[in-house]
């Protein structure tokens, strides 16, 4: 179900990710795909396979 | 007269409500932030004798529900009669835009494509083949610019003349053929079916939902990169500029802190002078009016005169000049963009007490009205996080309670220099923020498990607002508002106070005898029974708390002339006020039960009395709990 929340951001297999930059606190995290910039807290983003 | 049926889909965010603005000439609310809009809002237009009626529907990232809050959106698609679906996407995210357009044609083939934000487009050198994307799908494309007002014409047209498409959409090989046995069905139908049953003869696995959305994603994908080309992209300088003051984290606080303090600052040192010029000028209007209506016997005449008339001026002055600097400003930063960022970076505190940054938006909400604050926990996740935020929203002073709030600092905390007015004022609202996060944990301990739910929430692109369309169209809807509450509420409400005044109990008024009823518990709480009443003859509106405390302590039987703002002070101190006094007002104006009307859509949107009950005794509790706690101290 988790899952399916990011997927409607267009974070869906083989999706290019990148990090923007972090709130005061450092949690969450700002990512962007393509055209949408969304924020994540670090202990969903954890959960997100990423290959460098 | 033929009637064409328009609805409006969308994602979140993307201009569905401006467009149906302009289409329709209505003035819907518009913000740069995903959830704006939570309930469809329908109007419609003529042009060559057809009548278009659109309906514009929440935002929603996909049809395939995550909530039931989205479910409204497909529901509507599946369950109601429509002659064409105008998706709107973000020209600027084509990659995730046409993800929706897709779904949209598992529903209908009756499919209008229109591209908003051309203007943004075109400022960071994407380039979009128009002509592609109308072969790929079949359907009529439209390029927009809504701020612009770019394109609507060709919309028009394009609304009166479109056909079906021949578009199917291709899905992964065992959903397609599973489909393919469903012919009798949408197929949005089916695949909604499928994912509710979770199970089907004809089928040897059971796909979820993440199956059906990387199916449409990777498609929309792939006819994006066939149809826009990024080469060239740049960041837009507006995003870089503002971007720039969140990139840093200290930086990114003074920025948040800054500009509150400055949207107070401009409200408080703007408002004075209005305020006293409606004042001397409803006052002035007093003597003609009495002598006007001096055919009238003494018992029609005063009632109307010190009761009503009296009230509604009052309220009038004191609200109106502070309001109308004050929401212009916020609408600005709104459209913007800035209220998301706010959600973002709060987002850690509002965790820890069981809750998330998008309560933040509902406190935003709030500030103009309590009602809409608690309208607009719809966008919070789940139902706990949604009670949350709807019980805590009072919180938040409302546009009833901001001025009251204002007066008082005036007043009390020295109105010759509005930057230390603007520093307290900015401090009752963090005491707001604060008194939020507390009682949002205690919920949280005492009547909520401690489930938690994912936070994402869409950080839109910085937008320039139109800044004069922005200020004439918020001070239209707040003279309306206000005047409206001040005519609806404040007269009438002034007539009756005249009956309460004048209505003797023996040797008193029922008023004063109210106001000794209740002087035992003020005095225990370091105010008085006045202050007390006037919070509970507020109930129906908090406009009407000041002129109830003043019609109090001018003793007797209407309110007192009362030129202007510094002649309260006299009042007010004659009865005893002092510094410790209002700071006690204060803390009970932003602490006790919410108004009439926010107890109405409590009670709707939560669909329980208990949690009516408590968001009743909640605040009222907090309230009295400090105010007794402080009185010892201060």
Redesign the interface.
Known sequence: KKQAKVSHLGLVKNAYIQKKHSSMMGNPVAYQIYGTVFALRNEDAKHIEVEL | MKVTKVCLVGNPNVGKSSLFNILTGSYEHTGNWTGKTVEDAKSSYVLEQVEYEITDLPGT??L?P?SEEEKVTSDYLLNHEYDVALVVA?A?????SL?LLLEVFDVTKNVVLALNLMDEVRLRHISIDQDALKKIFDIPVVFLSTKEGEGIEELKKVLASSSSSKYEVKHHLKIQSYLDRKKEMVPMQAILELLEKRFDSHFDFVP???DF??DY??L??EI?HRVINRSQEKEKRLDKVL?GF??N??C??LTMFFFLFVLLFLTISLSNYPSDFLFSIFSSLEEPISSFFSFLPSGLLEPFLYGGYRTLYWVVSVMLPPMMIFFPLFSILEEFGFLPRIA??L???F?KCGSC?KQCLTMCMGLGCNAVGVVGARIMENKKMKLLSILTNVFMPCNGRFPMILAMITLFFGSKNPISSAGILTLILIFGVVITLVVTNLLNIIFFKKEKA????????FRKPKIVKTILLSWKEKVLHILGRAIVVAFPAGYILFFFTHFQVGEISLFQSFQNLLNPLGVLLGVDGAILLSFLFGFPANEIVLPILFLAYSGGNVLEEVGSLSALKTLLVANHWTISTAILFLILSICHFPCATTMLTIKKETNSLFYTFLSFILPTMVGLVLCFILHFFI
Do not use: C, W
């Open positions: 990232y996909s395939i995550e973000d600027t995210n084509l990659e995730r993800a979820s939902k993440m959305l990387n994603h990777l929309s994908l994006a971007n969140f990139h984290r200290l990114s606080f973002f970076q987002d850690q505190p965790s940054g994912m936070f994402v929430l869409e950080l839109p692109s």
